[in-house]
């Protein structure tokens, strides 16, 4: 049972370059999210998704974009990464919204930028 | 602004009892939610409270004061297993969630 699946796992950029992060669940669920994760600060929402071909803005959203165009994958592209786009990116999914229950996350994507 | 306070680190004894405190300030509330994320992993879920109380779930429990904005988790008999982080998150009144920085519990033997 795959549950929350990301790639690649780590990943090295220059200043400048562009990437995408795919995330795939198999659980069917209908929101997607994606957070990035920093020494000494909490989980932060960049993107979600409450649907097929949705997409919706989250805390930290500039420099990030996104698409659903199945609902078992959310892809989160870098246009120009910067350093401070270094960073572990996790994608989650859940059968509702936060209100519904448990958030299921992937084992997380560790991004470097140089 | 809206703000969730954990302790940074905490050390404790295997086969001990640990309690990880997280308090909060957020534009309304609709949950509490605690999670476990073991270093370079994923967090998993632990539990969920919205009403006051304690919830127990095998050797962990999780207690809720909405009045004082306070929450804490309750670890028994501590495995080494446990060494992990732990984070708080609320869910605010726009159903938002808004999470700790986290707890690093270390178990020694």
């Known amino acids: 049972n795959a549950g929350v699946t990301q790639t690649p796992k780590f990943r090295v950029l220059k200043t400048g370059q562009s990437m995408t992060l795919l995330c795939a669940q198999d659980?069917?669920?209908?929101?997607m999210y994606w957070y990035r994760q920093d020494p000494g600060m909490g989980l932060r929402l960049i993107h979600y998704s409450v649907g097929e071909g949705t997409t919706a803005k989250g805390e930290v959203p500039d420099g990030y974009n996104v698409s659903r165009l199945k609902k078992q994958n959310f892809l989160l592209g870098l246009e120009s990464a910067a350093p401070s786009q270094t960073s572990v990116y996790f994608c989650?999914?859940?059968?509702?919204?936060?209100?519904?229950?448990?958030?299921?996350f992937g084992e997380g994507s560790r991004l470097t930028v140089l | 602004g809206q703000n969730i306070d954990q302790p940074t680190e905490m050390t404790a004894t295997e086969g001990a009892i640990v309690q990880i405190n997280c308090t909060y300030q957020?534009?309304?509330?609709?949950?509490l939610f605690w999670y476990q994320q073991h270093a370079g992993e994923a967090p998993t879920f632990l539990s969920y409270?919205?009403l006051d109380g304690l919830e127990e779930k095998g050797r962990f429990s999780s207690f809720l004061s909405r009045s004082k904005g306070y929450s804490y988790l309750l670890l028994k008999e501590l495995q080494m297993k446990d060494s992990a982080s732990y984070l708080c998150a609320v869910m605010d009144s726009n159903y938002q969630l808004i999470w700790g920085a986290g707890t690093k519990l270390i178990i020694k033997p």
């Open positions: 409270n919205v």
């Open positions: 989650a999914s859940s059968s509702g919204g936060f209100d519904t229950g448990e958030l299921f």
């Open positions: 659980m069917n669920h209908e929101y």
């Open positions: 957020t534009s309304g509330f609709n949950g």
